[in-house]
């Protein structure tokens, strides 16, 4: 049910299947999700401006069922210092948005949760 959608114009690594990996785990950390319901999604976009440069930037989206509001400035803590360690993105070049998706409107298996 977690998603993390990071699109960047920063280029990926050969290594990216790590990259995704190591988010996988800390979203379920951060979440206290399991990781088997847990999906990343990394795109290379080198066409991104942020606040007139094309600086290293990233756009990523958190969304989850049960998302909780008061504890998105300690996601945007996690998630932005784990881009800078694994690409060199400062967080000030990071924006997140975040979203509770309900239940009915989240379909996995042919169902929905």
């Known amino acids: 049910m977690p998603l993390?959608?990071?699109e960047t114009n920063t280029a990926l690594p050969a290594n990216s299947g790590r990259l995704t990996a190591e988010l996988?785990?800390?979203?379920?950390?951060?979440l206290g999700k399991p990781e088997g319901y847990v999906m990343v999604r990394l795109q290379h976009n080198p066409a991104m401006r942020f606040a007139g440069t094309t600086d290293p930037?990233?756009?990523c989206e958190l969304k989850s069922i049960g998302l909780p509001e008061s504890g998105t400035g300690d996601l945007s803590r996690e998630l932005c210092a784990?881009?800078?360690q694994l690409l060199s993105i400062p967080a000030e070049r990071v924006y997140i948005e975040f979203s509770d998706a309900p239940r009915k409107l989240w379909g996995w298996n042919g169902s929905t949760f």
Request: charged content about 5%.
């Open 4 to 6: 993390l959608s990071i």
């Open 24 to 30: 996988s785990a800390s979203v379920a950390q951060w």
């Open 57 to 59: 930037l990233a756009y």
């Open 82 to 84: 784990q881009l800078e």
